[in-house]
């Protein structure tokens, strides 16, 4: 209900949530590459600076491209907010657990980056009460979203397979991620 005209690039656990809430050609659903959602969203918030761009991701996959925590902070987007979907596993590769997850903290990983605004979320009312400041800030913002897994992983059988070929929107669903930002990039999409 927060979301207006934000592009939102998203992938792996996240691909089989988002779709279900937002019908919006703005969506940039990535399979490949695991990880790899920052350095697009930072991309695209540094060729699109009047969008927000949000950027949902998963704690494994973060984990996979840390490096792009900094790259963040380099660039300094005005326009982006990095969602970190938090449950301590690799759900969809059978919610295997993340290596070290009883010490990992993201919010520190974060501030050492050199995030200046950064939060940590336990609850839909939390976020729905931080939303507003979120929005508006004019800085990148780092948003650890603590979540619990809600389904058995899918990865790999036919349900997961037919999710991510449903024709959410005509302009997004079927093609590959970077086929999305071009057309969008380009003003189709």
């Not at 984990?63 to 792009?68: A, E, K, P, Q, T």
């Not at 990148?140 to 397979?161: H, I, M, Q």
Request: glycine content about 8%; aromatic content about 8%; overall charge negative.
């Amino acid at each position: 209900e927060h979301r207006t005209d934000e592009v939102v690039v998203a992938t792996m656990t996240a691909n089989l949530i988002w779709p279900a809430y937002s019908k919006s050609d703005a969506d940039l659903i990535f399979t490949q590459p695991m990880g790899g959602v920052p350095s697009v969203a930072l991309g695209i918030a540094l060729a699109r600076p009047d969008v927000r761009v949000w950027a949902i991701n998963g704690d494994g996959s973060t984990l996979m491209y840390l490096s792009s925590l900094v790259d963040i902070v380099e660039a300094m987007p005005a326009n982006l907010v990095y969602f970190l979907m938090d449950n301590r596993e690799w759900g969809l590769i059978g919610h295997q657990p993340l290596p070290a997850a009883d010490k990992l903290d993201f919010l520190g990983l974060a501030r050492g980056a050199g995030w200046e605004h950064v939060l940590q979320v336990q609850s839909v009312q939390e976020l729905d009460a931080a939303m507003p400041r979120i929005k508006n800030r004019k800085e990148p913002v780092f948003v650890d979203l603590k979540v619990s897994p809600s389904e058995p992983s899918r990865a790999g059988t036919p349900y997961y397979a037919e999710r991510m070929k449903l024709p959410k929107c005509s302009a997004s669903y079927g093609k590959s991620g970077i086929a999305n930002v071009q057309a969008y990039l380009a003003g189709k999409g």
